[in-house]
């Protein structure tokens, strides 16, 4: 099949699941405008092409549930928010980003541009849910109410803009969850009751919103079983025929019960949280990497659409790496993207890129001199860019 011809089959597709599936002569026009633009963005930077697997028939029912990216590394920083939509609600997963350390180097200023721009989506979807899910206290997938500007990017201000007076289902602070978890998640919780809105633990409990079902795990492994890096919730989202789920960090998933759990709820499409493959040999082991490889293979082999994404996304081999998951998706007629793909928008991996970024960009005299603040003065302080 042509590129040409795969670009139609995944624009048919996102007239069911897609982000700009609300009107059908809309959607008509822009499928064309997109595919134009798609056809012209693959012939002239095949280097860049996202689109890395296919699936072959479209779905052509009506939509009911539409997914946004929001934040992710494809599109240049570390999260995996997620803005879902059905008839009767509107839902943001994991409303944080970051940035993490890297090579020994600071975040280059295009990498504080992409998390500026992810903040900005953030407060604008955040304005637009009825609920905020949080899968887990790390800070790429909830943003805290401290001042913290090199990582983070977050403030009271900011907390406040996303969580002010909201529903927000969170993950429970007493049980599967380790100690800096629990001290995150009791600050958030007592910030979130202060700024009048409403906290409900939602380990393994469901809430219906008219026809929609929004269930959310029992807590299933950060990676491993029994990771130190503690527990997260699973979002399942069913509206009609159709079921998405939210995978935050599971990582692969490294673990078998995991995978059980995903392939049990048969997800007609999956934001999933690939392997840390950048880890590899250093701090995690290569046979739980390659298990995580392989269960996403699995996944891939019965999942129509697979958003595969975070840790995986953070080495520039990716694709390499994550072969035997392509593979599966192509030889089961099945697709798997990145989120930038899903938006037909060219890959923006710009963490692994770092170092090449400092040669190929040089940062501006002002960035220099921020960079050269003492610890404690440039966390409160915006980087100049
Ligand atoms: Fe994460």
């Given at each position: 099949?042509?590129?040409?011809?795969?670009?139609?089959?995944?624009?048919?597709?996102?007239?069911?699941?897609?982000?700009?599936s609300s009107s059908p002569a809309r959607t008509t026009s822009r499928q064309l405008a997109y595919l134009g633009i798609l056809i012209y963005t693959v012939c002239s930077h095949s280097t860049v092409a996202t689109i890395v697997a296919r699936r072959r028939d479209g779905n052509s029912n009506l939509p009911s549930i539409r997914i946004t990216p929001i934040g992710f590394e494809s599109l240049g920083v570390r999260s995996m928010c997620?803005?879902?939509?059905?008839?009767?609600?509107k839902l943001l997963i994991d409303a944080g980003?970051?940035?993490?350390?890297?090579?020994?180097?600071?975040?280059?200023?295009?990498?504080?541009q992409a998390r500026n721009e992810c903040r900005s989506r953030i407060r604008?979807?955040?304005?637009?849910?009825?609920?905020?899910?949080?899968?887990?206290y790390h800070n790429d997938h909830h943003t805290p109410n401290y001042t913290e500007t090199v990582w983070v990017g977050s403030s009271p201000e900011e907390a406040e803009q996303i969580y002010k007076d909201k529903l927000v289902l969170v993950k429970d602070i007493r049980n599967y969850i380790n100690f800096n978890q629990r001290r995150r998640g009791w600050m958030f919780q007592r910030f979130i009751k202060r700024t009048g809105g409403k906290c409900e633990v939602a380990d393994g409990?469901?809430?219906?919103?008219?026809?929609?079902?929004?269930?959310?795990?029992?807590?299933?492994?950060?990676?491993?079983?029994?990771?130190?890096?503690?527990?997260?919730?699973?979002?399942?989202?069913?509206?009609?025929?159709?079921?998405?789920?939210?995978?935050?960090?599971?990582?692969?998933?490294?673990?078998?019960?995991?995978?059980?759990?995903?392939?049990?709820?048969?997800?007609?499409i999956?934001?999933?949280?690939?392997?840390?493959?950048?880890?590899?040999?250093?701090?995690?082991?290569?046979?739980?990497?390659e298990r995580g490889i392989m269960n996403a293979a699995k996944i891939a082999k019965t999942v129509p659409t697979v958003i595969l994404?975070?840790?995986?996304?953070?080495?520039e081999?990716?694709?390499?790496?994550?072969?035997?998951?392509?593979?599966?998706?192509?030889?089961?007629?099945?697709?798997?993207?990145?989120?930038?793909?899903?938006?037909?928008?060219?890959?923006?991996?710009?963490?692994a890129r770092r170092q090449d970024l400092y040669t190929e960009e040089k940062p501006s005299p002002e960035f220099v001199k921020w960079m050269e603040l003492p610890r404690d003065k440039r966390q409160l302080k915006s980087p100049p860019i």
């Open positions: 099949m042509t590129f040409a011809g795969s670009a139609l089959k995944i624009l048919l597709m996102r007239r069911s699941i897609g982000p700009d997620t803005f879902v939509e059905t008839p009767d609600v980003v970051a940035l993490g350390p890297r090579f020994r180097k600071l975040p280059h200023p295009r990498e504080y604008t979807y955040a304005a637009k849910a009825d609920a905020i899910v949080v899968s887990h409990r469901s809430f219906e919103f008219g026809s929609t079902k929004i269930t959310l795990s029992h807590p299933v492994p950060h990676g491993e079983d029994n990771s130190e890096m503690g527990w997260v919730l699973m979002t399942r989202i069913r509206c009609g025929e159709e079921t998405f789920l939210h995978a935050s960090d599971v990582q692969g998933p490294m673990s078998k019960e995991t995978l059980r759990l995903i392939l049990k709820d048969k997800p007609s999956l934001v999933l949280g690939g392997p840390p493959t950048y880890l590899k040999g250093v701090r995690v082991q290569g046979s739980s990497i994404e975070h840790h995986i996304l953070r080495s081999n990716w694709k390499a790496e994550a072969g035997p998951v392509l593979e599966a998706a192509n030889e089961a007629d099945n697709m798997v993207v990145t989120a930038a793909g899903y938006l037909n928008q060219p890959a923006l991996i710009l963490e």
